[in-house]
C-alpha cells in the first residue's frame, strides 16, 4: 500500500494514466491525494473531473480545491469577471452531469490533514501565523460557505478579489473569508504577519531578503511542525525544504507531473510533452 501526492493535473488526463501506470499503481491498495488544480487549460478537464470524483466516492482518494477549481465554480455559478480564453471548462459547463460534478466539487475541503502523521495538504499555502488548528478551522469557515444553499450568490458577489491581503483575527465579515480563500488558493509570497504579495509568481532569487518572502520560508512559520504539501507554484517547481514538499512541477506547460510517496520520501516524475495546452482556439 502506498500514498501519493499528485501535483496540479489543470486537464492533463493522459499524463496522470502514463504516471500511474508507471507507479504500478493498485487502485485496491494504493490511496492518491491530490493538491487541487484538477481542471482548466488541459485538454481533458471533464476526463480528470470525474475520475478523481469517482476515486474519492470509493475512498481512494482525496482532494483539496485549487484556484482553478474555484474558477470553473465561478462559471458555473455565471461570474463572468475572470473568464479566460486559455479556459477548458466548456466540457465540464455542458456535461448531462454537470449538477453533480459541481456539487461534488463544492463539498471538497481546503485543506487535509493526515489521520495519523504530521502531515498537510493545501493547495497554494498557509499563512505563516496560522497554526495546523487554526488553518482547519480557517478552511472551514469557507467550506461552510461553499456547501450552503447561497453558495452560487456567494461566489458570484464575494468570494473573490485580491483587496483582502492582510490578516486579523478581528476580520470578519466576507473580506475574512476572500482573505482565507487568497491563502489557501493563490498565495505565493506574504510578509511575516501574513499580508499577500500577488504580483510575486516566480521563484525566489537567493539572497532576497525582502519583507516579502515565499509563505513557507518565515521562521516564526507557526505550522512547522507539519510536513505541508503544496502545488499552485510551478514556477518553484520541485522543494523539498522547510518541512514542505512543492508539488506542481509544470507539467501543462511541458515539465513534469509529480508524484511524492508518503511511506519512502521519493518523488516519481513523468516528462509531459509541450503540447497539453489545447490550440490557440479551442475550449
Known amino acids: ?38 481542471v482548466n487549460r488541459g485538454p481533458k478537464s471533464l476526463a480528470c473531473l470525474e475520475f478523481v470524483k469517482q476515486l474519492q466516492e470509493q475512498d481512494k482518494a482525496q482532494m483539496v480545491l485549487g484556484n482553478h477549481d474555484f474558477h470553473l465554480l465561478a462559471a458555473y455559478a455565471g461570474l463572468e469577471t475572470y473568464v479566460s480564453k486559455s479556459d477548458t471548462l466548456t466540457d465540464i459547463l455542458q456535461a448531462p452531469n454537470s449538477e453533480e460534478l459541481i456539487n461534488w466539487l463544492r463539498h471538497q475541503p481546503l485543506m487535509i490533514k493526515h489521520d495519523f502523521l504530521p502531515i498537510a495538504m493545501v493547495h497554494a499555502g498557509i499563512p505563516p501565523q496560522w497554526s495546523i488548528t487554526e488553518a482547519l478551522e480557517r478552511a472551514a469557515e469557507v467550506e461552510t460557505v461553499l456547501q450552503s444553499d447561497s453558495w452560487q450568490d456567494a461566489i458570484k458577489h464575494h468570494l473573490f478579489g485580491s483587496d483582502a491581503k492582510q490578516w486579523s483575527d478581528t476580520l470578519d465579515g466576507w473580506e475574512r473569508v476572500r482573505y482565507i480563500v487568497n491563502a489557501f488558493a493563490r498565495m505565493r509570497y506574504c510578509n511575516s504577519k501574513g499580508k499577500l504579495d500577488f504580483k510575486q509568481k516566480m521563484s525566489p532569487k537567493p539572497n ?68 497539453c495546452t489545447p490550440k490557440k482556439g479551442s475550449k
Open 208 to 275: 532576497d531578503q525582502t519583507k516579502y518572502q515565499p509563505w513557507f520560508s518565515h521562521p516564526n512559520r507557526q505550522n512547522k511542525d507539519y510536513e505541508i504539501f503544496f502545488g499552485h507554484w510551478s514556477t518553484l517547481g520541485a522543494l523539498d525544504a522547510y518541512n514542505i514538499h512543492s508539488t506542481d512541477t509544470g507539467c501543462l506547460w511541458g515539465g513534469e507531473l509529480t508524484a511524492y510517496c508518503l511511506e519512502d520520501n521519493t518523488r516519481h516524475t513523468l516528462k509531459c510533452k509541450m503540447n
Open 1 to 38: 500500500m502506498a500514498n501519493y501526492v499528485i501535483g496540479d493535473l489543470q486537464g492533463c488526463f493522459d499524463e496522470l494514466q502514463a504516471l500511474l501506470t508507471q507507479l504500478q499503481y493498485n487502485e485496491n491498495t494504493d490511496f492518491l491525494w491530490f493538491a487541487g488544480d484538477i
